[in-house]
């Protein structure tokens, strides 16, 4: 029956540009709007599935721009899935990595839309198509980053008083580190008494700077670390983590494919690792790099790049499935944009964020607002 007709018959691009409620300050980068891929990806039966690359100021965060992923999707991975019978995941992930090497970011929006479409043919979540959800909340985080402390003490009591986050990620490495270091006394003698707080530095210091800043960063009651060290200096991660003296740390750029995982693992260099999208190449190769963690005993953490309720959604259908998420998630990314691209934006309450019910990833575009943020 043409209902069946999973084959994929067309993909279709769209660069959007959303604004932030405020700039976002991290160390290799500045954000007023958020930049994104959006794919439309149709079945012979008439179903559209949905995926987002998210990406942060350019490409400066990783490699891949918005620019160079409609390109390499329009020219390369496209053409690679025309024809490809949709529900075949693992085949489609090498017909991919065939077509292109890396790209992981352009490689999830495909794949993503590819859940999405046979999740909607079936009438199940894609949670379902992973192996099935455990979970339907998640602790969500949210990430102070203007670098000004009054205003992120500010922000941090808002999203307190509302009850939706009462663990905040600050952002270190713009500055230099005695700076970063007094902004995050400041912020800890505010709110360390009722919320966690984490620091994520995107790789800004060298080895001999994180040996002197860890210890003060434990006195300040900082519940873990991410990225301290350049994505390179595996070997260095596990040397700072056989101090006793310094928080957890958290493996963010360094773990892009699950050999990068093990690379962690070998190395002891990471108490916990960042899950994301756009570094693993899709939801199949996320639980990958998940299983490499969890046969380490490293942690899950479910991050983000800044997504919007697309993107959110996808990460939390593939976090939905693992047993264990010892740390959370920060898909904030919906809440720091003045509008969504979905029709029903997702749910924030009780200092989580909900699983979408529905099926497919659980949210559906919004035309109006697709053709409002694209770019002309
Ligand atoms: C990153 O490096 O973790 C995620 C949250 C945030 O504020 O920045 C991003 C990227
Ligand atoms: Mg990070």
Redesign the pocket.
Known sequence: PPARDLAVAEIRTTIVDVPTVRT?K?SQTSVTAQSYVIVRLRLGNGVEGIGEAAT?GGPR?SEESVEGIKAVIDAYLAPALLGHKADRFVAAGERLDAAAKRNNAAKAAIETALFDAVGRTLGLPVAALLGGAVRASFPVLW?L?SGDPDQEIAEAEAKLDARLHRSF?I?IGAQAPEADLARLARLSRALVDRAQLIV?A?QAWDEATARRCLPRLTDLGIALV?QPLPAWNVAGMGRLRTRDDIPPLLA?ECVFTSHDMLAVAQDAAADAV?LKLVKHGGLVGLRKVAAVAEAAGIGLYG????ESSVGAAAHLQAFAGLRDLAWGC?HFGPQILTDDLVTEPLRFRDFAVHLPEGPGLGVTLDPDKLRHYARS
């Open positions: 976002h991290l942060l965060w990430t980053a990620k952002k994520d995107n991410e963010d960042s991050g983000c790049l800044l920060e």
